[in-house]
Nanobody
Framework: QVQLVESGGGLVQAGGSLRLSCAAS????????MGWFRQAPGKEREFVAS???????VYEDSVKGRFTISRDNSKKTVYLQMNNLKPEDTCVYHC???????????WGQGTQVTVSS
């Protein structure tokens, strides 16, 4: 059974930093593209960042230069370092996994990030 468990969310002031972690189990981690998505109340889920098996990364425009996605295959964990946080970054952040270049098919339960102004 595949499980993705996020941690590291919390309350931070604007300009602050947080690092999210997502620990995976039940899958061959190195074979999966990993990603972070976020969803605010009443809004659709949106893509934040992804990291491929070959460590290539993709970012949503609004987080470029502020967020960094990374992975540690030995720990089966993907990270999202978030710097210079803004109130509009307030969302529930979800980790996701996709086998090879297929669709995102595994999701974590999410971790709340709240940025106060």
């Amino acid at each position: 059974q595949v499980q993705l468990v996020e941690s590291g969310g919390g309350l931070v002031q604007a300009g602050g930093s947080l690092r999210l972690s997502c620990a995976a189990s039940g899958l061959t981690f190195g074979n999966y593209r990993m990603g972070w998505f976020r969803q605010a109340p009443g809004k659709e889920r949106e893509f934040v960042a992804s990291i491929g098996r070959s460590i290539n990364t993709v970012y949503e425009d609004s987080v470029k230069g502020r967020f960094t996605i990374s992975r540690d295959n030995s720990k089966k964990t993907v990270y999202l370092q978030m710097n210079n946080l803004k109130p509009e970054d307030t969302c529930v952040y979800h980790c996701a996994a996709a086998f090879a270049n297929l669709d995102w098919n595994y999701w974590g339960q999410g971790t709340q990030v709240t940025v106060s102004s």
